[in-house]
């Protein structure tokens, strides 16, 4: 069974920086597909960043770009997300997203522009606030 478990959230002011980690188990690490997901309250959840960790390709949301920076481990399954430079506007529950059945080397693109169809397993959250 696909487990994915997140940390590294928390509260920052504007311009500080996070670091975000999704541990996977259960899955073939080295062929599998992962993300992350911002939910902000009352809207929908929108992807941020994604890599296919059997090639190392990446992607990122717009708002992101330049600022985040999605990274694996492959010893430790692990999946990180540098968040640089951070905006009250990126204030949200975070979650680790991961794909084996659409996994591929476009699933980052299709996870961010497309969005949650292309997930397969969640994560629990992890809440990210950003103060002015």
């Known amino acids: 069974q696909v487990q994915l478990v997140e940390s590294g959230g928390g509260s920052v002011q504007a311009g500080g920086s996070l670091r975000l980690s999704c541990a996977g188990s259960?899955?073939?690490?080295?062929?599998?597909?992962m993300g992350w997901f911002l939910q902000a309250p009352g809207k929908e959840r929108e992807g941020v960043a994604g890599?296919?960790?059997?090639?190392?390709?990446?992607y990122y949301a717009d708002s992101v770009k330049g600022r985040f920076t999605i990274s694996q481990d492959n010893a430790k399954n692990t999946v990180y997300l540098q968040m640089n430079s951070l905006k009250p506007e990126d204030t949200a529950m975070y979650y680790c997203?991961?794909?084996?059945?659409?996994?591929?080397?476009?699933?980052?693109?299709?996870?961010?522009?497309?969005?949650?169809?292309?997930?397969?397993?969640w994560g629990q959250g992890t809440q990210v606030t950003v103060s002015s």
């Open positions: 997203a991961a794909s084996v059945s659409t996994c591929g080397p476009s699933w980052p693109r299709r996870m961010v522009l497309v969005g949650p169809g292309y997930v397969d397993n």
């Open positions: 259960g899955y073939t690490y080295s062929s599998n597909c």
């Open positions: 890599i296919y960790t059997g090639g190392g390709s990446t």
